[in-house]
Structure formats: structure tokens, C-alpha cells
């Protein structure tokens, strides 16, 4: 993709183009400050930390592994006696990752505006103290879904996608599960760029972008980066969702360590 993107700016001085990664937020944070990185993509809870730690100016919304937007479910096995959010209290819960934000930051937003306390158990194995929700991180959708499956947890959360991935939850398993639990949906990705980006490459990025999905010579290049269908503006709709996730983010500060 910046191959893709680099090439069909040639005439603006770009020269060469190269990818940078950062092991977390944090590090992310820090290149954009110090004008290491350029343009960035991302899910929403990471995208608002860099626009509003970094100064980041979120630019479009992508389509990534095809759809606009998702949403978390919550599941657990068909003979479960767990019907509501409440009776999550004492039991343990999978999620994916820290950073992860169907599987972790949502999850953790509905449960304190639900009036649960989360508690990170050592192990999964670990008994969750009876009025605390024990989570732990299974560090992978398909994890997710085996810990429930084996009754490792009692419940898992992560994305409609991954529900409906084979990869994620197969058949085999997703048979024997159900979804007690949906949350309200949320843009699936953006595309950022670094404060103080010289306004006509960021115009010529965005003008890329919009138009890659009807350019018969980027369909490899859309796929390969995740799957992306395509990228549109950033309408009221979209300000809306992105507005509520700020407030969630606001539930969250000082609660997660």
C-alpha cells in the first residue's frame, strides 16, 4: 500500500517510502510527535489516543476486511447459565489483548458502565474473586473461542467477524456456543496522518485513497492491506460513533492499569 501510494506521488517529492513499526501505542505516539511516521491506520479506541495524545488528524474511514463497521459479542456455551452481562459476576472471561479493541477496551467499557468490576486473574485457571469479573487474555481470537469452548472461561467477547470467521470460531465449536450479549456498532478503521503534514500531500493521500477501490491496478494492494474494501469520508454519522467512543474512553481513564 505506501509502495502503491509513494509512486503516484512522485511529482510531490516523494522520493521513497517505507513502513515503521511500533510495538504499542505509546511508541506509536512518540513518532508522531517527533514527525517519525507519516500516516497511520488503525481501530478507533487506538486512532482517538493518537489524535488526541499525538495530534493526529484523522483523515478517512476504512473499509477494512471489507465492512465499514462491527460490533463486540458476548458468548458463552448453550448450557451456560450466564443470560445477562450481571451474571458475568464471579466467573472468568476471555479477551484477546490489551491493545485489542473489540476484545478488550469495549468489553472493559460495558462492564464498569454496567456497574461490574473487572479483575485480571494471573492464569485463566485462577478462581475470580465472587463479586469481580476475572478476565485473561487468551492472546488470540481462535484461543478465545477454544477457552469457552473447553470451559476454560465462561465467556469470551470479541467481534461479529470473528463470530462469524471459521478461522476464529469453527463450526465445530460455534455449534455448541450462543451470544448472549451485543454491543452497538462502531467505525472499523481509519486512516490518520501526523500533525503538520504538508496539505498537499495529505490532500493527494486522501484523493489516493478514495479513488484506489475503482483503480483496476489496486485490488492486490486493497486485499493485501487488510482486506480493505475502500475508504470514504469522515460524515456526521461517523463523528456521532466516534463521539461515543470518546465517552467510553472517559469511562475507562484511570480504571485500567
Known amino acids: 500500500m505506501v509502495d502503491y501510494v509513494g509512486k503516484k506521488m ?8 517505507r513502513v515503521l513499526m511500533a510495538r504499542n ?3 506509536m505516539i512518540r513518532y508522531l510527535r517527533e514527525g517519525k511516521v507519516d500516516w497511520v491506520t488503525e481501530t478507533v479506541f487506538s486512532s482517538l489516543a493518537f489524535r488526541d495524545q499525538a495530534g493526529a488528524e484523522i483523515i478517512l474511514r476504512k473499509w477494512k476486511k471489507g465492512v465499514p463497521g462491527y460490533h463486540t459479542v458476548f458468548f458463552t456455551r448453550k448450557e451456560s447459565d450466564i443470560h445477562t452481562l450481571k451474571d458475568l459476576q464471579g466467573r472468568r472471561l476471555a479477551l484477546e489483548d490489551p491493545g485489542s479493541t473489540t476484545a478488550f477496551f469495549v468489553p472493559m467499557t460495558i462492564l ?8 485480571k486473574l494471573k492464569t485463566i485457571r485462577s478462581t475470580p474473586s465472587p463479586d469481580k469479573v476475572g478476565y485473561g487474555f487468551a492472546g488470540g481470537e481462535i484461543n478465545i473461542a477454544t477457552w469457552v469452548y473447553k470451559g476454560l472461561a465462561d465467556a469470551g467477547a470479541y467481534n461479529d467477524l470473528d463470530w462469524n470467521t471459521p478461522d476464529h470460531t469453527p463450526p465445530s465449536f460455534k455449534k455448541d456456543l450462543r451470544i448472549f450479549y451485543q454491543a452497538e456498532k462502531m467505525p472499523r478503521g481509519f486512516e ?7 496539505p498537499g500531500i495529505k490532500a493527494r493521500l486522501k484523493k489516493i485513497l478514495l479513488e484506489a477501490d475503482s483503480d483496476p491496478d489496486a485490488g492486490d494492494v486493497l486485499f493485501s492491506y487488510q482486506r480493505t474494501a475502500q475508504f ?3 460524515d456526521d454519522e461517523t463523528n456521532v460513533a466516534l463521539e461515543v467512543v470518546r465517552q467510553q474512553m472517559d469511562i475507562l481513564a484511570g480504571k485500567l492499569h
Open 112 to 119: 464498569f458502565r454496567e456497574g461490574l468490576q473487572p479483575e
Open 232 to 234: 470514504d469520508e469522515i
Open 192 to 198: 490518520l496522518v501526523r500533525p503538520g503534514m504538508d
Open 10 to 17: 512522485r511529482d510531490l517529492g516523494i522520493t521513497h517510502t
Open 25 to 27: 501505542n505509546a511508541q
